[in-house]
């Protein structure tokens, strides 16, 4: 089971490492992420995986970015990143996929998230629709 820490800047190379092997993530500047919360998965001395979320309003939450390196996939490690946040989160979660990323919409599903809505448009490079999935923490 991966160890879930705060991201910090001393992980940010790795991040960088699997955002550029993870062409389905968001692709931002990773130092930016230090600034938002962020949470990072440690399988021995690597970093797995890595999330990034805001709190919108009191009780709404964003997924903003979300990936573990190819070689850790389907090893539980994104569903010990999205734990750890819901685990803090008491309301609602939302976020959007791009339609075409069934693997994520799948992975999503799989931790209890609901698909809402359709975003049609909202993604560019290339231009595909959104969707926007939704989770209810009691
Ligand atoms: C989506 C992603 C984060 C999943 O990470 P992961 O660590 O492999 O996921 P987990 O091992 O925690 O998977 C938990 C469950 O989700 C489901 N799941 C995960 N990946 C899946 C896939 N590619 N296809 C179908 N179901 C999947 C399964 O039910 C899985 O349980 P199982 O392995 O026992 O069958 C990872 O594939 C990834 O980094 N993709 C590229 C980036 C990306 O798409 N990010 C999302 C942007 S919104």
């Not at 968001?26 to 979320?53: E, H, I, K, Q």
Request: glycine share 8%; aromatic share 10%; charged share 25%.
């Amino acid at each position: 089971m991966p160890v879930i820490r705060r991201g910090e800047a001393r992980d940010l190379a790795q991040v960088a490492d699997i955002q550029a092997a993870s062409a389905e993530a968001a692709r931002w500047d990773v130092a930016g992420y230090l600034a938002y919360d962020f949470r990072v998965a440690l399988c021995g001395p690597r970093v797995a995986g890595f999330l990034v979320s805001r709190t919108i309003a009191g009780e709404e939450c964003e997924v903003l970015n979300l990936a573990v390196a190819p070689e850790f996939r389907r090893q539980g490690v994104a569903r010990g990143l999205l734990k750890a946040l819901l685990a803090t989160v008491q309301g609602v979660v939302f976020l959007e996929v791009r339609e075409s990323n069934t693997g994520a919409r799948e992975f999503y599903k799989s931790v209890g998230f609901q698909e809402v809505n359709t975003r049609k448009g909202y993604y560019e490079a290339p231009p595909e629709a959104a969707i926007v999935m939704k989770f209810h923490s009691c």
